[in-house]
């Protein structure tokens, strides 16, 4: 009939399976679409004496074998624990008894498989039916330790990770110290030195923070087989001290000179650091009368002394040549720098000197000259620091140092194309609230 709608329904006498259910789907909406596009209903039409016919049909669906599991591989992965062996991991990684004995035999001389890195993830390749064909592991670096079995036994071998170059940024307030403040926020160790390397000329770390300074750091952060490396370079930081904004970014020109720059291109590496230690905290400064701990008598103190564990990495303040290095009277174990012009400097009370380290040496600023201790007259650890000019001891906290070249004239269109995102990045991090870190 012309005004018959017929509707075709798909009755289950038989088990309704997922690969029987795929196919009523499939089958059931063809007529659905067709009906959509083909006609529509004229306004007032009755629908209620509409006839309706169920037509019932047996769908015979295809037999869809399982394949084979013969020959086929799996990779799984494990995310190592505190507290996790070896023998736990390949447990967990449903690796079959027989091969975790021999994995275990095979890898006991094997350093790395030793000492796993709580949070790394170990990757194995297996059977189904736990055979061990493969174990790969990444604990940091730029390496990665391959085991593979080759005839029944698991050679090992270190292959090079292509390492990726994540950019990170982070900030964080100082309420406590330093260190509290940069573990809070997650930054790693050798990038909070680069930060107070890079603004070790503008601020004095020993005695310049107040609670409530802040910092916010962008760097680059090496990531291998997805997991990550080693932290890499700063790339802009911004340190507000007592109020006051300190930014630096890194720059590279063209012809190979590189530093860290303010944002209008002056360079920040000044002729001398403002100390040649990285962390410690000033117990006796520069003064004309002191009552000295030992001689116990009141006589001028001529330099800065600067309380840090023994052994503590002392740093060469400036460029300069090794005039002495050895034992002088009461200052134990010293090294005195010459520098350009008539600029001198003198650290003392060291327990060891830097290995190799001679008179006449070429060293640059930074390098690592000796270590704190307490030799000469001293009453404990500390290192006792001179800046001389014309072999007159001065405050350096209190001489203006020069400052090395800025970006010339002929990059500065470069730099300021290069550095723009930096600062941006900076500004935007400026603006967040940040929890208080005790």
Known sequence: MPGDKISILAHKPFTLTKKRLRWLIL??????????????????????????????R?????EILPPSDENMTFWRQERIQAGDTIATLLSRLEVNNQDAVSFLRDSRNIKATHQLVSG??????????????LLRYFPGGSEQLVMEKVDGIFKVSEQPVKLETHIQMKSGVINSSLFAAVDGAGVPDS??????????SDIDFHRDLRKGDRFTVVYDSLYGNGEPARPGRVLSVEFINQGTPHRAVYFQAENGESGYYTPDGKNLRKAFLRSPLEFS????????????????????????????????????????TVMFAGWQGGYGNVVILQHHGQYSTVYGHLSTFAKGL???????????IGHVGATGMATGPH?????????????????????????????????????????????MLRGTSLAFLD
């Not at 790394?120 to 064909?133: F, P, R, S, W």
């Not at 990038?191 to 070790?200: E, H, P």
């Not at 906290?397 to 930096?422: C, D, G, I, Q, W």
């Open 281 to 320: 905290r000033i117990s006796s400064g520069f003064s004309s009368a002191r009552f000295h701990p030992i001689l116990k008598t009141w006589r001028a103190h001529s330099g800065i002394d600067y309380a840090a564990p023994t052994g503590t990495r002392v740093k060469a303040a400036a460029d300069g």
């Open 191 to 200: 990038v909070a030195t680069q930060i107070v390397d890079i603004l070790a």
């Open 27 to 56: 089958l059931s909406s063809f007529p659905l679409f067709g009906m959509v596009a083909a006609f529509g209903i004229a306004p007032d039409t009755s629908l209620e004496n509409l006839p309706v016919e169920e037509v019932i």
């Open 120 to 133: 790394k993830i170990v990757h194995v390749q297996t059977t189904a039916a736990g055979e061990l064909l």
């Open 358 to 368: 001679r008179s006449g040496q070429r060293v640059s600023q930074g390098d690592v």
């Open 58 to 62: 047996g769908l015979e669906l295809p």
């Open 383 to 427: 290192l006792h620091y001179e800046f001389r000019f014309n072999g007159v001891q001065r405050d350096p906290t209190r001489v203006a140092m020069p400052t090395a070249n800025p970006v010339s004239a002929r990059h500065m269109p470069a730099f300021y194309e290069y550095t723009k995102p930096l600062m941006a990045r900076l500004d």
